[in-house]
């Protein structure tokens, strides 16, 4: 997510730190040097003239310098004012005093409106609510189609087919919603691949008409730029009260989401990354701002991990490692934990020093495939053998892979990877008194 900004900036921020004493020179030509980084960024030049003019200020006086710590300063002024780009402290859709509340859509074709209805109504759902989705999508045959077989797979249903009109269905969807107590109803609308008046007027219709609460834009977040020109009309003509932000998974340069806030005067209100329907998040600005500046998304994780992992088991993998008692019997536990956090690559990029992994050994990133395999050969080891793998020589990795169905060479990969693992964790924990707290939270 915004990961050639957030290496730019890090690697700023190092250099930064490195330089004993700071001079006022010295933070100039950072902010320079940030400055560039956001415009090759594609954020908006203006949007990027008036964030560096309130970091300067902040970041360029006698306190600063005199401080203990002027290059963490620094970077706290710019993470805070990163924060307030991104829209301070979050926005939330707020339910209708009278059910349902209805969410309506809106984008440029391609921009993930159908994917985003799905994994709303998967997140409502998870709330504990029962949406309805509205499948108003005329224009494409197949998107009709797509948003029903979603809803299938996600037990949500879905109103909506062939011969009736955008209109007709958004309307019908929403009385159905009232009478089936259904909340919220999510309105998928049809897009172009660029902006036309036809469109424009028909989802100006619906909303006149259907009255949404939240009109949310769908904007992906690699068309950086333009995202902000889109947004711009979108909002002209139809209206917008917050935006879903989708793809921030690829390599997104980041423009969009740095100057839509503030371009558009409009929030963020959630962030797509991935294709799966459980890819959304709520869009956090505090913790995206932390992920640019390579502080780690630590309570993300934590959210993810409440939805997935069993909490005690977490607890005591925390006090497992403090004690340096991590067993094979903790790195299979492990190595399902993570399976079911996610994507191994996406839970990494969470981390304080989820890059720093990413640059681990390469089998070690390749462990959910061979997870299998893995939990086979730990099955035929005897308990002693788990708790102290040291013991496990020659005759007993035959026995082992004999018993496991898979060859001496799988358990010598499994012993090398929980040895790699072991050692990680134990740098991890060097250097977390050191690196974690470069910035005095709040
Ligand atoms: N990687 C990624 N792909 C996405 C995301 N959201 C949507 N997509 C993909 O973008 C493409 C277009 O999505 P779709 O929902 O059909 O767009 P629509 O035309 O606006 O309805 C599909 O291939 C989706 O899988 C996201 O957050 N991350
Ligand atoms: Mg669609």
Not at 205 to 234: C, N, S, Y
Not at 347 to 358: D, W
Request: hydrophobic letters at 40%; a positive charge.
């Amino acid at each position: 997510m915004l990961d050639s900004l957030s290496t730019r900036l890090q690697s700023i921020f190092d250099r930064l730190g490195g330089r004993g004493r700071l001079t006022e020179e010295n933070i100039q030509e950072a902010l320079r040097e940030v400055r560039v980084a956001l415009l090759e960024a594609d954020v908006n030049f203006k949007v990027v003239r008036a964030f560096i003019d309130r970091v300067r200020e902040k970041a360029v006086g006698q306190d600063v310098l005199r401080s203990l710590t002027p290059a963490q300063h620094v970077v706290k002024v710019v993470h805070d004012e990163l924060v307030e780009l991104l829209g301070g402290s979050g926005h939330r859709l707020t339910p209708a005093p009278h059910p349902p509340t209805v969410i309506m859509l809106i984008g440029l074709q391609g921009s993930g409106k159908t994917t985003t209805a799905a994994k709303l109504a998967r997140w409502y759902t998870k709330q504990g609510q029962h949406p309805l989705l509205a499948a108003a999508d005329t224009n494409r045959p197949a998107a009709q189609d797509q948003l029903q077989t979603l809803g299938g797979e996600l037990g949500v249903p879905v109103v909506g087919g062939p011969g009736q009109t955008p209109l007709a269905i958004c309307r019908q969807a929403r009385e159905d919603a009232a009478a089936r107590g259904l909340t919220p109803l999510i309105l998928d609308t049809a897009g172009r691949l660029h902006i036309d008046e036809a469109l424009l007027a028909e989802l100006a219709a619906i909303r006149k008409e259907v009255l949404p609460h939240h009109v949310l834009l769908v904007l992906d977040a690699m068309t950086g730029q333009d995202a902000v020109t889109v947004a711009d009309r979108f909002n002209k003509a139809v209206g917008v009260d917050a935006v879903i932000l989708t793809k921030l998974d690829g390599d997104a340069r980041g423009g969009a989401a740095l100057s839509v806030r503030s371009v558009t005067g409009r929030p963020i209100a959630f962030a797509g990354i991935g294709e799966k329907t459980d890819a959304l998040e709520p869009f956090h600005p505090d913790r995206l701002a932390s992920r640019i500046l390579g502080m780690g998304d630590v309570l993300s994780l934590v959210e993810r991990a409440q939805e997935g992992v069993d909490q005690t088991k977490a607890e005591e993998l925390v006090r497992k490692l403090r004690e340096d008692a991590f067993t094979l019997d903790d790195f299979r536990d492990q190595l399902r934990q993570v399976r079911q956090l996610g994507p191994l690559d996406q839970v990494l990029g969470m981390l304080p020093f989820g890059k720093m992994l990413r640059a681990a050994p390469k089998d070690l990133t390749a462990e959910s495939t061979d997870l299998g395999r893995f939990e086979a050969i730990i099955g035929s080891m005897t308990p002693d053998e788990r708790r102290s793998p040291e013991v496990i020589n020659g005759s007993r990795r035959a026995r082992i892979a004999r018993g496991s169905g898979t060859t001496v060479q799988d358990v010598n990969r499994l012993l090398k990877q929980y040895a790699q693992m072991r050692k990680m964790l134990k740098q991890l924990k060097g250097m977390e008194g050191k690196l974690r707290l470069p910035i005095p939270r709040g």
